[in-house]
Nanobody
Framework: QVQLVESGGGLVQPGGSLRLSCAAS????????MGWYRQAPGKQREWVAR????????YYADSVKGRFTISRDNAKNTVYLQMNSLAPEDTAVYYC?????????WGQGTQVTVSS
């Protein structure tokens, strides 16, 4: 079992920045990769970014490439999502995901609202 707790969401103006955090606990040693998803009102959950826990490779959705950066702090068992140049269409609940061979785990989500 893996437990994930997100934090860092909030209200930001267009063009602003936020950094989301996802703290992992439990059986973290068998995590293959970690990622971020988001779900806007009335829309399906969509993938945003992910990072391999082995080689550290990172991948991004086209909609956030060049603006968002996923990173990790192994000492803190935490994955981050740095979000720059935020736009109203980035408004959503952001979820952290951890993938193991035996399944996947989700955090409770953190709300990000981009509005003037």
């Amino acid at each position: 079992q893996v437990q994930l707790v997100e934090s860092g969401g909030g209200l930001v103006q267009p063009g602003g920045s936020l950094r989301l955090s996802c703290a992992a606990s439990g059986n973290i040693f068998s995590i293959l990769n970690m990622g971020w998803y988001r779900q806007a009102p009335g829309k399906q959950r969509e993938w945003v970014a992910r990072m391999s826990t082995t080689g550290g490779s990172t991948y991004y959705a086209d909609s956030v490439k060049g603006r968002f950066t996923i990173s990790r702090d192994n000492a803190k068992n935490t994955v981050y999502l740095q979000m720059n140049s935020l736009a109203p269409e980035d408004t959503a609940v952001y979820y952290c995901q951890a993938v193991q061979t035996q399944g996947q785990y989700w955090g409770q989500g953190t709300q990000v609202t981009v509005s003037s």
